[in-house]
């Protein structure tokens, strides 16, 4: 397992960008082979899937409901992924969490119970 630890949640007006962070350490494992993903939970809701990147040079997923909206990127040698979020909504309100799982594929990258690796978790609160 690796260690991973999420920032720059916050408030933000509807129509507004936040970017978050989540810096990964405690592993003797390369990064850029860690799956990396996204996971979002509002109050009285499963997690849902938001993004995820097989690995550092594959293909990055997005949940419809962020597609061209949110952007997944990796900074291999900060061993950190972060996610741009751009034209925010209320409906994006919620807990954000990154994962991480060594060696992982698609599709199984889209479910939260594939993970091995979590951070505590990023409030994104947005206003209307």
């Known amino acids: 397992q690796v260690q991973l630890v999420e920032s720059g949640g916050g408030l933000v007006q509807a129509g507004g960008s936040l970017r978050l962070a989540c810096a990964a350490s405690?592993?003797?494992?390369?990064?850029?082979?860690?799956?990396m993903g996204w996971f979002r939970q509002a109050p009285g809701k499963e997690r849902e899937f938001v993004a995820a990147n097989t690995w550092s040079g594959g293909p990055t997923y997005y949940a419809d409901s962020v597609k061209g909206r949110f952007s997944l990127s990796r900074d291999n040698a900060k061993n950190t992924v972060y996610l741009q979020m751009n034209s925010l909504k209320p409906e994006d309100t919620a807990v954000y969490y990154c994962a991480a799982k060594y060696g992982s594929n698609w599709p199984a990258i889209l479910t939260p119970s594939y993970y091995d690796s979590w951070g505590q978790g990023t409030q994104v609160t947005v206003s209307s």
């Open positions: 405690g592993s003797g494992r390369t990064f850029t082979n860690y799956g």
